[in-house]
């Protein structure tokens, strides 16, 4: 079972990096000064309060559904970039004759993905609203790049899934085998909570704002969703856009183009989600997702539980490397603090650069992440390869957090019983497609994860075999002498 296919996941982000993040740290802010001889423990919740909160929204679905497009209108309206910017994209893109393409340039910033109109590494960029501060992770739609979707994912709290109402698009994107069905059972799978399903491209003249159209996605697509596990009443929320044109975003859509629209605009849906609250005073937890040497060395990532501190001592998992948190950089920000939810730089001293993986978990001393070569998990299986048989003995590549290791399955324990969720009786020895299944998992290196009920973000996983998600699962136990 080849696994060469798999794409590489560093997802480094295509967004020009916060220049200011370069800048040394030596001129501390006012609000650094405001806190600089308070414990960090200390450093009153009132400050959090005047704080926007802070959302990472995944821009997924099927390749060319606008993802890119509507991230780049989204940073055009709320006024990040200007006219002359977007002329001079319009020139490159009609260069590459790409004419259609010139708003996604503003995600899409690197040449491979501007030639071929394809985006390819997650694209990351910020914006604000009345009441939150969002960090936009733009995913590729393409199926060889999933892995760097799943990073994507992996970091957000809420999805935008984008779906083309073009004639044939839809449909294209929609069936087995599209990315539409795979991105959506991944991004609940890898804890995407809520999910804005925009109905895209409404003004593409095969679709000229349709209600019946519009419908016609919405009821085919709702079904879907409910199996995959969103309760769509409370979770999704449909809306229909236009990216390119940047209708019904930030301001609702007139209506004399659509008057049978009555809901809210992108930006009123992005302000009104709620989120779960989160534990800032849970252990500490950040899956490292990236490493670079910037004066120290510096890691990437969301932290998952828990807040950080400048000064704090935590260790680096699976390793239970001793390190100190010499600064902390949120978005473009030095912070004395951070806590749930956040994407982080964190400089950090007492390790190497060439010491630390992607997959490693930045953790609290007192209650550090368990580490594990082995696991039980609950997995459904979503479509084996053809004429596969999922049995002791199948191999695939475990994503989990930002862990992605090749993995084994040693023995399957229990069938469940899709209608009664309760084990069968029946040994079993091999399951097929659309079973639920408990079986034991093991990797070859150490690796960082959490039980399931106790830590969702860090005990929930997808397993993939020649570069197709074949099973969505759940860590239900981990071996006793597994914590460290
Ligand atoms: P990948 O990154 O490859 O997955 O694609 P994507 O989802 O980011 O799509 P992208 O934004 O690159 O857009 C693909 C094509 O669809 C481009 O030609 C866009 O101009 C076109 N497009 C996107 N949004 C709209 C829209 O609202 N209306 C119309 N008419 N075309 C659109
Ligand atoms: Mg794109």
Redesign the pocket.
């Known amino acids: 079972m080849g696994m060469t296919d798999e794409v590489d996941t560093k997802s480094q982000p295509v967004q020009a990096e916060p220049k200011s993040f370069f800048i040394p740290f030596s001129l501390p802010s006012l609000k650094d000064k405001e806190v600089a001889d308070m414990d960090c423990a200390e450093v009153p919740d009132e400050m959090e309060s005047q704080k926007k909160r802070h959302l990472n929204v995944v821009f997924i ?10 991230g ?1 209108q989204i940073l055009f309206l709320s006024g990040q970039v200007d006219d002359r910017t977007i002329q001079k994209y319009e020139k490159e893109a009609k260069d590459k004759s ?1 004419e ?2 010139y ?2 340039y503003i ?2 910033t690197n040449e491979e993905e501007r030639v071929k ?3 390819v590494e997650v694209g990351r960029a910020q914006f604000e609203t009345e009441t939150t501060r969002f960090t936009i992770l ?1 995913a ?3 199926k060889s790049y999933v892995p760097n979707m799943i990073s994507g994912a992996s970091q957000a709290d809420i999805g935008v899934l ?1 779906i ?1 109402a ?1 004639k044939g698009e839809f449909e294209t994107g929609y069936e087995r085998g599209g990315q539409t069905r795979e991105h959506v059972q991944l991004a609940k799978t890898l804890g995407v909570s809520k999910l804005l399903v925009v109905v ?5 003249h095969t679709v000229n704002w349709s209600k019946e159209r519009y419908d016609e996605i919405e009821s085919k697509i709702v079904p879907f969703l409910r199996s995959s596990g969103y309760n769509v009443k409370k979770d999704v929320q449909f809306l229909p ?5 940047g209708t019904n975003m930030k301001t609702r859509v007139d209506k004399n183009i659509c008057p049978w629209w009555n809901g809210p605009c992108l930006f009123e849906a992005l302000d009104s989600v709620e989120v779960p609250v989160r534990d800032p005073k849970g252990s500490y937890r950040m899956p490292i997702i990236d490493k670079f040497k910037d004066m120290g060395t510096v890691v990437m990532g969301k932290v998952e539980s828990g807040s950080i501190c400048e000064g704090d001592s935590l260790l680096v998992m699976p390793n239970k490397a001793p390190v100190k948190v010499l600064a902390v950089y949120c978005d473009e920000d030095k912070v004395r603090r951070a806590g749930p939810g956040e994407n982080l730089r964190v400089r950090l001293s007492g390790i190497e650069e060439e010491d630390i993986s992607s997959g490693f978990v930045l953790s609290s001393v007192v209650k550090p992440i368990p580490t594990v070569t082995e696991f039980t998990a609950q997995l459904q299986i979503l479509e084996l390869l053809e004429n596969a048989i999922f049995t002791a003995g199948y191999k695939a590549v475990l994503h989990i957090h930002s862990v992605v290791e090749e993995c084994e399955i040693v023995e399957l324990l229990q069938q469940i019983d899709p209608k009664t969720k309760k084990p069968m009786k029946k040994k079993v020895l091999f399951v097929k497609n659309g079973a639920v299944v408990v079986c034991r998992i093991q990797v070859n290196s150490l690796i960082c994860v959490e039980k399931f009920s106790d830590f969702p973000q860090l005990g929930r996983f997808t397993l993939r075999t020649e570069g197709k998600t074949i099973a969505v699962g759940k860590v239900t136990d981990l071996p006793s002498r597994s914590s460290a």
């Open positions: 679905g099927h390749v060319d559904a606008g993802k890119s497009t509507t780049g790409r259609s393409w708003m996604a995600m899409d109109g394809k985006t733009d590729p739609g393409h984008v083309s073009r895209n491209k409404m003004d593409d856009i236009s990216g390119l044109v």
